[in-house]
């Protein structure tokens, strides 16, 4: 073989590997060819083999311009320009090639256009993104009046999702339905993934629950738009429908549910999921890797995120981060710097995120000077531009450490940034934390030049005067709230019993034991008076109305779902609550006398953090 032509030819093949009749050939990892020796070996091959046809030449040519241009000269040459089959492959690799223009013209010169020849086009043309370019091939079809084809619709539709064109999607979707192609199981599965990803969810689900057959693909477009879109609740719904319904799943359903768990704190489906992928031998790649190790970190189970950490045989940058900041969100500061310090020498080279990870990690644990390296060897060893998340871990590192100051510095230092929302609100935590004023009120007042219409910036304003006794300012925020008609945001805590998850908000009254969880909970509140517990009462809660305050504070979410936890589970176990909001300093200082009088191990995850109560202390030191 080896003076043959077709392994001379093999040298200068496109990527992958192509089986055409006997012909086999892979391409080296560099081509040595020039373009002269090219040519010289097409022509050759056009003088001895010409029992070749034009279409394995195509297939020679791969995916480079030039030999495509080559064979579609010899197709005018050989009067095959009539040849569908042969345009179209020749459209649609030189569209895989990446030459869009040339295939503009080439498509807009075929004088009879088939059904096929367009839905091969505008397929390849989405799959190689060139997604404006498949809806003007598909406007093309429209005008030459090819017929449809479910293909075309499919691949169109994909294009608008690419796009987030809802107003031309809908305009697709006129057409689908006037063409009769309304039931069928694939273009409907792409309009639910198309509404999906324009956050249409409420049109999706109609598309959804519409189907007669309802493929995996809109399965999975459902449950990861809820899921994205911050609908955890639903998409677990979704899931256990599908669960139900005898569907199987892939791993793309199985990393949207994960990470709808993560979202939402259900550490049971969680387990189950893993159990499955155990059960049913799963291949763990990474991207399932990660879900699990980020599942188990914001459901509360740090130990079992390691443990599927150490299980892996591959891993990459990503599931190395998503262990750091596993350990970070929980505080331990130290063990997310030893596997930043393992990954730095054994494992692939840390990124921007890597870092984001490390340096909210120190900020949660109090690690300044750690934390400084950190943010100084990013810039030089790594050459990682800071961004506005670095920044705000490094306000939030500095000014929870009370090196107020220095915070405020590196604020005024971020060049080429302009500080966002963010950044103020590290800062202005960090100032209501050790009462400073004349800072805070700096900080707030840039927050709301930001975002004036942010109802929780004002209650921390607010929250600042009343430290300072300004009981004067503290009104005028109020009033310039009411003006403004902002409510403060809700409250809420969950809390997974029996692998149901149970919301509670302020005063809850809707669980049908609500009796019994308030008897419960006073009696509760008792025990940890008996053994020093003053409820926070002063400016705390300011920013409600006098007589709510005492009741409110006494029945807050958190307090709640715990008490309906200690109630429902057995001694020994750990309690989990998620809460939407920062968990109060009430609430806070409640917890841990709680934690000892029933002798229970409780984590809460709020808003910033994770907080592991037990015999009396927060694993956060009182630094949230």
């Known amino acids: ?24 050939w892979r391409e080296p990892r560099e081509s040595k060819v020039s373009f002269q020796e090219e040519d010289r070996m097409i022509h050759y091959h056009h003088h001895h083999h010409h029992h070749l046809s034009l279409y394995q030449f195509i297939l020679l040519a791969g995916r480079r311009i ?65 997604p404006l370019h498949s809806i003007i091939f598909y406007r093309h079809m429209l005008l030459c ?74 399965w999975n477009s459902m449950i990861s738009g809820y899921e994205q879109y911050g609908l955890a ?118 990124n921007r995120v890597t870092f984001i990870a490390v340096l909210s990690a120190c900020a949660h644990s109090g690690l300044v000077s750690e934390g400084r390296l950190a943010y100084a060897s990013m810039i030089q060893d790594y050459g ?15 000014g929870r450490a009370g090196l107020l100051n220095e915070a405020y510095q590196h604020i005024q230092d971020m060049n080429c940034v302009e500080p966002g929302a963010a950044v103020w609100t590290a800062m202005l935590g960090a100032c209501k934390m050790h009462k400073n004023v004349d800072l805070g009120v700096v ?28 009981m004067d300012r503290v009104e005028m925020v109020r009033n310039v709230m009411i003006r403004k008609g902002l409510k403060k945001q809700v409250g809420y805590a969950t809390i997974e019993v029996d692998q149901k998850t149970i919301l509670f908000s302020m005063g809850d009254k809707s669980h049908p034991e609500t009796a019994m969880i308030y008897r419960y909970l006073d009696e509760l509140m008792e025990r940890c008076r008996e053994v020093g517990y003053i409820p926070v009462s002063e400016s705390v809660m300011h920013e409600l109305e006098e007589e709510e305050r005492v009741y409110a504070l006494r029945y807050h979410s958190e307090k709640l779902a715990l008490a309906f936890g200690l109630l429902k589970t057995e001694r020994g ?6 809460k939407n909001l920062r968990v109060c300093e009430d609430c806070h200082t409640a917890i841990k006398f709680v934690s000892v009088v029933t002798k229970r191990k409780i984590v809460v995850r709020d808003k910033l953090r994770f907080h592991h109560f037990e015999g009396g202390s927060c694993s956060c030191l009182d630094y949230w």
Request: charged share 15%; proline share 3%.
């Open 1 to 24: 073989m080896v003076g043959s032509p077709l392994v001379i030819l093999s040298t200068v093949q496109a990527k992958g590997q192509m089986v055409y009749g006997l012909i086999e």
């Open 233 to 350: 609740e639903e998409a677990i719904r979704l899931f256990s429908r599908m669960r139900d319904s005898g569907v199987e799943f892939d791993s793309v359903t199985l990393v949207s549910v994960l990470s709808a768990c993560s979202q939402f704190g259900a550490l049971g489906l969680g387990r189950w999921i893993h159990d499955y992928i155990d059960r049913n031998n799963f291949h763990v790649n990474t991207t399932i890797a990660t879900s699990l190790i980020n599942m188990y970190g914001r459901c509360g189970d740090v130990i079992k995120a390691r443990e599927v950490f150490d299980s892996l045989k591959q891993q990459n940058v990503i599931t190395w981060t998503a262990m750091i900041s596993s350990y970070g969100m929980h505080g331990y500061g130290r063990e997310a710097l030893e596997i930043f310090r393992v990954m730095k020498l054994h494992g692939p080279s840390p």
């Open 573 to 578: 176990s750990i309690i989990r609550i998620v």
């Open 66 to 130: 030039r030999p495509l241009q080559q064979v579609h000269a010899q197709i005018i040459l050989s009067a095959k320009t009539t040849s569908l089959p042969l345009l179209t492959k020749l459209l649609t690799s030189a569209c895989a090639a990446g030459s869009i223009l040339y295939v503009r013209q080439l498509l807009f010169s075929i004088t009879n256009p088939d059904s096929f020849l367009f839905s091969s086009l505008i397929k390849t043309s989405t799959n190689h993104n060139f």
């Open 443 to 470: 900080a707030a007042e840039n927050l709301l030049a930001i975002e004036p219409q942010h109802p929780g910036h004002y209650v921390l304003l607010s929250n600042i005067y009343a430290m300072a006794g300004r």
């Open 145 to 218: 009046n090819a017929p449809w084809s479910n293909h075309a619709f499919t691949a169109v539709i994909k294009a608008c999702a690419n796009l987030s064109a809802l107003g031309l999607g809908k305009i697709v979707h006129c057409h689908v339905l006037v063409s009769g192609y309304g039931l069928d199981s694939f273009v409907q599965a792409a309009f639910v993934s198309f509404y999906a990803k324009c956050n249409e969810l409420g049109v999706a689900r109609k598309v959804f629950d519409e189907m007669p057959h309802r493929t995996l693909v809109a």
């Open 384 to 398: 990682i531009v800071p961004e506005m998340e670095h920044h705000v871990s490094m306000v939030d590192m500095l």
